[in-house]
C-alpha cells in the first residue's frame, strides 16, 4: 500500500508539474509552433499589440516569483457574450427567441399584432428595437419569457436555439462563436484561469448554451436576473419565474454582478465597442490593486461580420483613457469564425 | 518532445486513475482503515444509519456505469452553515459582529443606547435577539454594515472574527467547525463533488472565514444580499454597499439562490434542525430527477455542544415525511470538534 502510495503521489506530482509547465492540456485546434519553439496559443490572432499584450500578461501573472505573479485562485476572467464571444447582429439571439415566443402567443391571441413592441417582434422589425431600445426588449421578455419554472424554461430555449439560424450570416448557434475568443478562452482556462461570462442577456439562457460552446460551466455565468420564487407543482418544489427583473446586468450593473457571484475583482476582462456596456467592468478589473489586463473589442471588419460602433466612441474614448487594449477585428484576428461546436471538446 | 508528453500523459492518466480510487487527496487528519480495508472516510461519525446513508450514497452516485451514476459535473452539495458546519449558539457569530459594530457606533452616538435593537446589541443580549427575531437582527445590519464599500467591509470583519471567541465555548472562530462535517466536506470534494455553502448569513461575512475554514472558495457561498451599486470613489471604482436587503437567502430563498448561482439542484443538502430555515432547500434537492440525499442535523448534546429544537417540531416532521436522513449529534458523532485550523489545508 505505501509503496502504491508513493508512486501514486510521484505520478500526480508529474502531472501537477506538467500542468503547470502548460503540457497537461490539449492544444487547441490548429495551434502552431511559434519562433520561440512553443506552440502558439492564439493561431487566429495575428501578431500586433493585442496579441503580445495578452501573451505577455499572461506570462507575467503565471510566472511563479515573479513580481506580477498572481495565485490561480485569483486568476478571475470575465467576458461580456455578444459581440465579443459571439456575434450579436443584427440582433443578438437571445431577442430572436423572444421573437419567436411572440409568434407562438400571438397565434394564440392575434390582438398582440395592433401593440408594440409585439407587432414589431411579429414583423422581425430589428430598425424598431434598435430604435426603442433594451426597455422594449424587456417588456417581451417579461411577457413571453415567465410564468414557468426554470426546467421549462430551458426545454423551450433548447428547442429554439438548436433550430435558429442567424438570418445575415446563415450559420447555427454553434457557428457563431469568435475562434479568436474559443482560443483565448482554453489559453486562459490551461493558464489555470478561471473563465466567466458576464453578459447584459439573460443568466437562465446563456446557461442553455454556454457549456457546449464555450467550456463554460453554468455556475460561471452572470446575466441579468429575472425575479424568482420558490413554489410547489404537484408536490414538487420549482423555481418559479416571476414578470419582473430583479438585476440588469448591464454597464454599472456588471460589477454588482461580479461581486455578487464571484466576489473577487477580475484579474482580465473582454468586452466590446457597441452600447457601451463594458466600461463599467473594465474600470472595475483596472481598479484591482495588483496586475490586470482590458480587452474591448472594435467591429471594423463588414466584410468577414458587422461594422459597428459608438455615436459618441465613448467606449473606445475610455479606452485611451484608462489604457483598455483594442482589439480591431480586421487587423487582429486572421479567422473570425470557426468550424463551429469544436469549443465544446476543449 | 513526444516521448516527454508521452510520460506527462501517463503520469497524468494514472492521477486521475488513483483520484478516482479516492487515493488522490490526503486523507483528513485521524482517517482510519475500516473493516474492509478501505480508509474510513468519516472516522468521527459513529456507525450508524446516518453515517452508511452519506457512504452508500456517494458510492452509488460515483460508481461509474452503476444506475444511481451522476456525471461531475451535476455533484453539487449545498450545505447551510450556522448550525450545520458549525457552532450557532448562544448566537450565529455574525451577530456578535453586529453587536460589537454598535458598540463601536454607539461610542460616538450614546443615544443608540436608549433605542431597540441597538440597547439590547450593546449589553449583548441573546434573549431579546431571539424574541426579536430576524427582523431586529437585520435592522442592526442594516444600520451598521453599510455605506462603505465591500473591501472596507471585508477589512472590518477580518479584524473582528479574528480576535473574537464564543462566549460559551471560549472557542476561536477556527475552531467553532464540526469535524464530522469537516471530514464530509472532504469526502465529498475527493468524490468529485462541488461543496457549497448556502446560508442565511450574509455572503460577505461568509467570504471572510469559509476559504479559510472549510475550503470552500468564495465564489462558492450563497447568503443573503444587501442592495450593492457601483460607485466611483477617488477615480476608481467600488462596489459600494447600500442600506437595505436585496435577498434574504434563508427558508424558500435557499432554493431561489441555489437557481441564481449554481443553475443546478443539489444532489446532496445538508441542514439543521433550528428555525426550519432548510426544509425548502432540502425539499429542492428531493425534487431532483434521479438520486438525491438530504442530511438533517439534530442538535440533541447539551454537554459537548447545545441542546435546541424547534417548538413544533417542523424540520424532524418534515424528514419524516419527505425521507431526509437525521443526524443526531448525541450519537451520531464520535467527535465534535476538531482541533482547528486542520481546514485549511485540506
Chains 1, 2 share one sequence.
Not at 509547465?21 to 485546434?29: E, K, N, T, Y
Not at 511559434?34 to 502558439?40: E, L, P, S, W
Not at 450570416?169 to 489555470?192: H, V, W
Not at 475583482?265 to 457597441?274: K, Q, S, W, Y
Request: proline letters at 5%.
Amino acid at each position: 500500500m505505501n509503496k502504491r502510495r508513493r508512486v501514486i503521489r510521484r505520478a500526480i506530482s508529474i502531472a501537477i508539474l506538467a500542468a503547470a509547465l502548460g503540457f497537461g492540456a490539449a492544444q487547441p485546434a490548429g495551434s502552431q509552433r511559434n519562433q520561440t519553439g512553443g506552440a502558439d496559443p492564439l493561431p487566429s490572432w495575428n501578431d500586433g499589440a493585442a496579441k503580445r499584450g495578452i501573451i505577455d500578461f499572461v506570462s507575467r501573472v503565471t510566472r511563479a516569483g515573479g513580481p506580477d505573479f498572481v495565485p490561480v485562485a485569483d486568476r478571475i476572467a470575465t467576458l461580456d457574450n455578444d459581440g465579443t464571444l459571439w456575434v450579436e447582429k443584427p440582433l443578438p439571439v437571445e431577442v430572436y427567441f423572444l421573437f419567436a415566443r411572440v409568434r407562438e402567443l400571438a397565434a394564440k391571441d392575434p390582438s398582440l399584432k395592433e401593440r408594440q413592441p409585439f407587432n414589431a417582434a411579429i414583423e422581425g422589425d430589428a430598425a424598431y428595437f434598435h430604435e426603442a431600445g433594451k426597455k422594449a426588449v424587456l417588456e417581451l421578455f417579461v411577457a413571453t419569457e415567465t410564468g414557468m419554472d426554470q426546467e421549462q424554461f430551458a426545454a423551450e430555449a433548447r428547442h429554439f436555439i438548436e433550430k435558429w439560424r442567424n438570418p445575415k450570416l446563415d450559420r447555427r448557434f454553434t457557428e457563431l462563436a469568435y475562434q479568436p475568443m474559443i482560443e483565448l478562452l482554453a489559453y486562459l482556462r490551461r493558464s489555470g484561469f478561471q473563465t466567466w461570462i458576464c453578459s447584459g442577456g439573460t443568466i437562465d439562457f446563456l446557461r442553455v448554451f454556454a457549456p457546449q460552446i464555450y467550456g463554460i460551466p453554468v455556475d460561471q455565468i452572470i446575466g441579468t436576473e429575472l425575479k424568482l420564487e420558490s413554489r410547489m407543482v404537484d408536490d414538487r418544489l420549482v423555481v418559479w419565474r416571476l414578470p419582473g427583473i430583479e438585476a440588469i446586468n448591464d454597464k454599472e450593473g456588471k460589477p454588482v454582478g461580479i461581486d455578487r457571484q464571484i466576489g473577487k475583482r477580475p484579474i482580465l476582462v473582454a468586452g466590446n465597442v457597441g452600447n457601451y456596456g463594458d466600461v463599467a467592468m473594465m474600470q472595475y478589473s483596472k481598479g484591482r490593486r495588483g496586475p490586470s489586463f482590458q480587452l474591448l473589442i472594435n467591429h471594423d471588419d463588414a466584410a468577414r461580420e458587422f461594422a459597428y460602433g459608438e455615436k459618441d466612441n465613448a467606449s473606445l474614448n475610455a479606452a485611451k483613457k484608462y489604457g483598455f487594449t483594442v482589439v480591431n477585428i480586421k487587423s487582429d484576428w486572421k479567422t473570425v469564425f470557426g468550424v463551429g461546436q469544436a469549443a465544446a471538446a476543449k
